[in-house]
């Protein structure tokens, strides 16, 4: 089965720029969530989609947005870039059935997003 | 605020040494928790998690962790360490309310020595 994928793995963008980062999770898995990573803060939560819906929601700006789409595929969006965004940004997607709360995460190997 | 404390930012060890990791983490209700590892150059994977029942639960490639409720305390063991472990290694809490979020400790760097 293949794993959590994200594309593209490097990008480069100036500031006032927008950046969409795109994850395609394992097969079968509903649940979709999104980290920012950085030396500095560490493994950041930012949003979580199930079946289409945001589920939950870190403390970053509303610069940052994100959504799913039928398949499950996920996308986030960060517009009018600032040089703090430079991070890995991943993805893990998660199998989620009904009446279960919540389940492992399995992890992609990230974007790493470089703000100039 | 909810938070994860990982005690060492960086451990240094002789192979055939013995790792413990310790874990704290501030939250009251009932939680979710995992050990993940990062090898260099390579994505987060994840090591054991804890859900209920035997707090003392085995992971893969001999990594151990013992979940004490009263001290909010999950420290990762193993007896004795490999080079191949080299590598960070993150402690995470799921509060059983908020879907899928995990909080995050900051990591702890291991280096072990040949």
């Known amino acids: 089965k293949a794993g959590v994928t994200q594309t593209p793995r490097y990008l480069i963008k100036t500031r006032g720029q927008q950046v969409t980062l795109s994850c395609s999770p394992i097969s079968g898995h509903r649940s979709v969530s999104w980290y920012q990573q950085t030396p500095g803060q560490g493994l950041q939560f930012l949003f979580e989609y199930f079946s289409e819906t945001q589920r939950n929601k870190g403390n970053f700006p509303g610069r940052f947005s994100g959504r799913q789409f039928s398949n499950s595929r996920s996308e986030m969006n960060v517009s009018t870039l600032e040089l703090g965004d430079s991070a890995l940004y991943l993805c893990?997607?998660?199998?989620?059935?009904?009446?279960?709360?919540?389940?492992?995460?399995?992890f992609g190997p990230g974007t790493r997003l470089t703000v100039l | 605020a909810q938070s994860v404390s990982q005690h060492n930012h960086h451990v240094i060890l002789s192979e055939a040494a013995s790792l413990e990791l310790g874990c704290n983490y501030s939250?009251?209700?009932?939680?979710?928790l995992f050990w993940y590892v990062q090898y260099p150059g390579q994505h987060l994977q994840l090591l054991l998690k804890?859900?209920?029942?035997?707090?003392l639960v085995k992971g893969i490639k001999g990594f151990e962790a013992e979940f004490i409720k009263s001290k909010f305390s999950f420290n990762l063991r193993k007896p004795s360490v490999q080079w191949s472990d080299t590598a960070e290694y993150f402690c995470a809490v799921n509060p059983w309310n908020q879907g899928g979020k995990l909080i995050f400790g900051q990591g702890t760097e291991l280096s072990v020595k040949p």
């Open positions: 939250y009251g209700g009932t939680v979710n």
């Open positions: 804890y859900f209920s029942g035997d707090p």
């Open positions: 893990a997607s998660s199998l989620l059935a009904s009446g279960v709360s919540y389940n492992e995460q399995f």
